[in-house]
């Protein structure tokens, strides 16, 4: 789903090359100053130095935007040797960051993408996808999330796992624990806030119609609005799915999580509770492609 955007931070491996575009800074920039002359035009010295001047400041633009696009295609020829070379579990894992070049997906089923590609990088992108639905403020709603189970798990696992989340969203005393009333709306004058964000995948293993992909995502979770008991926070968790080649579509057979990994906080103070519910309406959500 860095999101880098993979979802979708820098490469871990030997470092990303330098910003072709900088070149396109002040600092690079000179200006060169020339002696007024007579023109030949008729017009006087002081016209022909303008020009002068003026053909001198295109012709250096032109210039420095030729070079940078130059050394980002550069930059970018490299990235794709790396991609291209790269079809193995251990090089995506390596370079997390890194595009392919697949096509991110245009099928929907539901709210959940569907149609991922028959490779490493479509079970990735799948993944990706599928904690976010996972993670949403969806499942806590019973129709939105057996749409959710029937699109993102494989039939055969299917049926089972959304008696057990049943069990689990439903329960009346979890409900109340976060807040949320007993059909798991938000009370007056809250908004809840369920989001899963992946910041990265990572191959654990391929075999072609099976794949084994672990998602590092942050989850923002809780009740924003005055008087909250259950304020808007954040936590960071990695799921690894399990997911089969089923139907033409990777479906998740099962999964675990754990904690993390967890990155030191920084020291901003908090927003209050009505700006964080109107981010929420106001930003959507990606459709996270490796």
């Known amino acids: 789903m860095s999101l880098g955007d993979d979802g979708y931070g820098g490469d871990p491996r030997s470092g990303r090359p330098d910003d072709g575009y900088s070149t396109l800074g002040g600092t690079r920039q000179t200006r060169t100053r020339f002696a007024d002359g007579t023109g030949g035009d008729g017009y006087g010295s002081r016209r022909p130095a303008r020009s002068s001047r003026s053909l001198t400041m295109v012709v250096g633009v032109v210039v420095l935007l030729v070079a940078a696009i130059a050394f980002a295609n550069m930059g970018g020829g490299s990235g794709d040797s790396d991609s291209s070379g790269g079809s193995g579990g251990g090089k995506a894992g390596a370079a997390p960051t890194a595009a392919t070049g697949t096509k ?108 084994s992909v672990s998602v590092w995502y942050s989850a923002l979770f809780g009740l924003a609005g005055e008087g909250s008991k259950n304020p808007v926070s954040e936590s960071w968790f990695t799921n690894t799915f399990e997911l089969a080649w089923i139907d033409g579509d990777w479906k998740v057979t099962d999964f675990t999580q754990k904690d993390g990994p967890v990155p030191v906080g920084r020291d901003q103070a908090a927003s209050p509770a009505q700006e964080m519910a109107d981010a929420v309406e106001q930003f959507g959500g990606f459709t996270y492609a490796r």
């Open 104 to 211: 991110p997906v245009t099928g929907k089923n539901g709210k959940v993408p569907s149609g991922f590609a028959h490779n490493e990088q479509g079970a990735q992108s799948a993944a990706a996808n599928y904690s976010v639905a996972l993670g949403s403020a969806d499942m806590f709603e019973a129709t939105h999330r057996r749409q959710i189970v029937n699109a993102v798990y494989a039939p055969a696992v299917a049926t089972a796992r959304q008696d057990d989340l049943d069990k689990v969203y439903s329960g009346e005393a979890f409900l109340t624990s976060i807040g949320l009333n007993t059909d798991g709306t938000a009370p007056a004058g809250m908004t809840f806030i369920s989001r899963s964000n992946p910041v990265g995948t990572k191959v654990v293993k391929f075999s072609g119609e099976t794949a």
